[in-house]
């Protein structure tokens, strides 16, 4: 099953998933803006109660061709700070960046010691840079 397109019915036909799971995680799509891996479902900002097992994660496959993405020299922190991937500080510290220079790589966010490896990681397939 196609998870990005996925409605709470569809979920709900797989084995694991009832009316609850099924809507946190159509709710916490919409907050993502997609999902970009299969592996997504594991988040703790999901809210599952217990964590969904391994053979429901292998019911699903990604598509990320609807995956809403945000352009780093043009998204606002109140718009970007709405993503669960990134805080108050890291939205702030981004915009702040972006009005000095253009942001042009990831390599520019590592300067900022509000993003860590492992939240930029995360970050990164919501986000555009400008082409080389």
């Known amino acids: 099953m196609e998870l990005n397109s996925a409605d709470t019915t569809q979920l709900m036909s797989i084995r694991g998933i009832g009316s609850s799971t099924a809507r946190k995680i159509v709710s916490y799509r919409r907050k993502l803006g997609g ?5 997504q479902l594991r ?3 999901l809210g599952l109660r217990y964590p969904l097992h391994d053979s429901v994660l292998l019911s699903f496959v990604v598509s990320t061709d609807s995956v809403v993405r945000y352009d780093v020299n043009r998204i ?20 702040d960046l972006r009005h000095k220079r253009t942001i042009r790589s990831l390599d520019d966010l590592r300067s900022l010691e509000c993003f860590t490896d492992s939240s930029l990681l995360r970050l990164a397939p919501y ?4 082409a080389p």
């Open 35 to 39: 999902f970009v891996s299969v592996s």
């Open 43 to 45: 988040d703790p900002e």
């Open 76 to 95: 606002t922190a109140n718009r970007i700070v709405n993503h669960p991937y990134c805080s108050y500080p890291q939205a702030k510290a981004l915009e």
């Open 127 to 130: 986000l555009i840079f400008p």
